[in-house]
């Protein structure tokens, strides 16, 4: 039959359904209501189940029903995050208008700015209670750039790529020039302190390749970027030069964080490029003799007032219990710090964002802090435990994401029996986003003191590989960030933040 003939016929047939419906009505004065009823149920059999047969057959796709379950609304949950950010990638975005702002050392007009910026971007996100609590801050400034030259009777004169560690004083106004002393390690200085007074100690130590876990790597040699200094003025010496803690081999100065020891003299400390650093031993070797110049005016100057930056999703039935998302929004002034830490902090935002786009309302609160002074003495932290809103709050967990914005691994916890079960039980939910899983340990300086107070730490931890080539120093910038890389983090960080909220073992 063809579609012509085919409207023609329906067209009948509505006729002779409106003459049927009158004929009906009329009869219904002077019929039994019996009667009517077959009358009625005989012709809606007719129209109901002829009209169909005399049309094409296209049955309506059939939706294939899925039992639902708690594993299925999660498997749910994760695509919906994933297609959101990743669509999106508003962290990069977010990132690019920090960094944007320029370097963020503490008590810096741009620390100043990020904080506004970020309290805004919270605002305008529609995140809840959003405000900023107050954090006593160091004040440190490097100054004008450093100056460095290796003097050498037969060698000639070199400069070093040189930069001032966080806190260091500066040279006389005339600068300081002396001879240099190589050690490895405080032993070896200790051994030769007769040797090093009056000198430069050069700590020349490298950050051991053989080992996988950058971070370990690190922690062996950032020793004597801290204490380097002090150690070094114990036996009589006039400065400090460390080898910067990289693992990459160029001339770029790693900066950070020195501490000056009680009743020990107080004299310049600085870091070299890991090319200076193979430059001046060789020059050594071949002339023991050769002095080096150094000139700073790097200055300390009194604490100030600064503030961490807070918002948060209101939890719909224990408001008072907190999941802390995590980073700190100060960097060194090398560069814009885009890994360190500005991916942390932009992480912890863009988890909430996801939470609120996708209409996700915890039953348990879930915040973020973006803590300030990390880099310069961790006063962000204590600041924040100290604060009277402190009170009535009980801080369940609090991650820390401050190891840069490369792919995400694991997520470190230093969990409770009941609590590393349930999170091991979701490890396929953020398999499926790329993670290998959950490991124990984690936490970070700013969370160190909520961990006191009985809070569970954690820690995203993502490929440290090239963290340390970037870390303290000029290369830490925008484009060293890999936008799907430091989504992906935002996206396990918000994920575990809301399933705790919504679980949390009693």
């Given at each position: 039959?063809?579609?012509?003939?085919?409207?023609?016929?329906?067209?009948?047939?509505?006729?002779?359904?409106?003459?049927?419906?009158?004929?009906?009505?009329?009869?219904?004065?002077?019929?039994?209501?019996?009667?009517?009823?077959?009358?009625?149920?005989?012709?809606?059999?007719?129209?109901?189940?002829?009209?169909?047969?005399?049309?094409?057959?296209?049955?309506?796709?059939?939706?294939?029903?899925?039992?639902?379950?708690?594993?299925?609304?999660?498997?749910?949950?994760?695509?919906?995050?994933?297609?959101?950010?990743?669509?999106?990638?508003?962290?990069?975005?977010?990132?690019?208008?920090?960094?944007?702002?320029?370097?963020?050392?503490?008590?810096?007009?741009?620390?100043?700015?990020?904080?506004?910026?970020?309290?805004?971007?919270?605002?305008?996100?529609?995140?809840?209670?959003?405000?900023?609590?107050?954090?006593?801050?160091?004040?440190?400034?490097?100054?004008?750039?450093?100056?460095?030259?290796?003097?050498?009777?037969?060698?000639?004169?070199?400069?070093?790529?040189?930069?001032?560690?966080?806190?260091?004083?500066?040279?006389?106004?005339?600068?300081?020039?002396?001879?240099?002393?190589?050690?490895?390690?405080?032993?070896?200085?200790?051994?030769?302190?007769?040797?090093?007074?009056?000198?430069?100690?050069?700590?020349?130590?490298?950050?051991?390749?053989?080992?996988?876990?950058?971070?370990?790597?690190?922690?062996?040699?950032?020793?004597?970027?801290?204490?380097?200094?002090?150690?070094?003025?114990?036996?009589?010496?006039?400065?400090?030069?460390?080898?910067?803690?990289?693992?990459?081999?160029?001339?770029?100065?790693?900066?950070?964080?020195?501490?000056?020891?009680?009743?020990?003299?107080?004299?310049?400390?600085?870091?070299?490029?890991?090319?200076?650093?193979?430059?001046?031993?060789?020059?050594?070797?071949?002339?023991?003799?050769?002095?080096?110049?150094?000139?700073?005016?790097?200055?300390?100057?009194?604490?100030?007032?600064?503030?961490?930056?807070?918002?948060?999703?209101?939890?719909?039935?224990?408001?008072?219990?907190?999941?802390?998302?995590?980073?700190?929004?100060?960097?060194?002034?090398?560069?814009?710090?885009?890994?360190?830490?500005?991916?942390g902090c932009v992480q912890a935002v863009e988890a909430l964002r996801l939470i609120k786009a996708l209409g996700l309302r915890p039953r348990r609160t879930i915040r973020a802090v973006l803590f300030m002074n990390e880099e310069f003495g961790g006063s962000g932290g204590r600041d924040y435990v100290r604060h009277p809103n402190r009170r009535q709050e009980k801080h369940l967990l609090a991650l820390e994401s401050d190891r840069g914005g490369f792919r995400p691994l694991y997520i470190g916890l230093r969990a409770t029996p009941a609590l590393w079960d349930l999170v091991k039980s979701w490890e396929p939910l953020f398999q499926k986003m790329g993670l290998i899983?959950?490991?124990?340990?984690?936490?970070?300086?700013?969370?160190?003191?909520?961990?006191?107070?009985?809070?569970?730490?954690?820690?995203?931890?993502?490929?440290?590989?090239?963290?340390?080539?970037?870390?303290?120093?000029?290369?830490?910038?925008?484009?060293?960030?890999?936008?799907?890389?430091?989504?992906?983090?935002?996206?396990?960080?918000?994920?575990?933040?809301?399933?705790?909220?919504?679980?949390?073992?009693?």
């Open positions: 039959m063809n579609q012509s003939k085919i409207n023609q016929t329906s067209k009948c047939i509505r006729f002779t359904l409106g003459q049927k419906i009158k004929q009906t009505v009329g009869r219904l004065r002077q019929k039994n209501l019996h009667r009517l009823t077959g009358r009625l149920l005989l012709s809606l059999t007719l129209i109901l189940g002829g009209v169909p047969s005399l049309l094409p057959a296209s049955p309506l796709p059939q939706e294939k029903m899925v039992p639902s379950s708690p594993e299925n609304s999660r498997e749910k949950l994760v695509e919906q995050f994933m297609d959101k950010g990743l669509r999106e990638n508003y962290a990069f975005t977010l990132l690019k208008k920090l960094t944007a702002l320029g370097p963020r050392l503490t008590a810096s007009p741009q620390a100043a700015a990020a904080v506004e910026f970020m309290r805004q971007a919270m605002v305008d996100l529609g995140l809840e209670n959003v405000h900023l609590e107050e954090v006593e801050v160091n004040r440190w400034i490097r100054g004008d750039q450093e100056k460095c030259f290796l003097i050498s009777s037969t060698l000639g004169t070199h400069p070093l790529a040189v930069t001032a560690l966080g806190g260091s004083v500066g040279t006389p106004p005339q600068g300081i020039s002396a001879q240099v002393l190589e050690v490895h390690s405080f032993v070896e200085l200790k051994n030769k302190a007769a040797e090093a007074r009056g000198k430069i100690v050069f700590f020349n130590q490298s950050m051991d390749p053989t080992l996988l876990d950058t971070f370990r790597a690190y922690g062996q040699v950032a020793r004597f970027r801290s204490l380097g200094a002090s150690a070094a003025a114990r036996v009589g010496a006039v400065a400090a030069l460390v080898r910067s803690p990289t693992t990459a081999n160029d001339d770029f100065p790693h900066t950070g964080m020195m501490r000056y020891q009680e009743n020990v003299p107080r004299i310049p400390g600085l870091c070299l490029s890991t090319k200076s650093a193979d430059f001046l031993s060789r020059a050594l070797k071949s002339d023991p003799q050769l002095r080096v110049y150094l000139w700073t005016n790097c200055r300390n100057l009194p604490p100030t007032t600064s503030y961490n930056v807070i918002g948060q999703i209101t939890g719909t039935e224990k408001p008072a219990e907190i999941i802390l998302l995590g980073g700190h929004l100060d960097s060194w002034d090398l560069a814009q710090g885009a890994h360190d830490d500005g991916a899983g959950f490991k124990k340990g984690g936490g970070g300086v700013d969370i160190a003191p909520l961990g006191a107070q009985g809070t569970i730490l954690a820690g995203l931890i993502p490929d440290c590989q090239r963290y340390f080539d970037v870390h303290h120093s000029a290369l830490d910038t925008i484009d060293s960030v890999n936008p799907r890389e430091l989504e992906l983090g935002a996206l396990a960080m918000g994920l575990l933040a809301y399933l705790l909220a919504e679980n949390w073992p009693e």
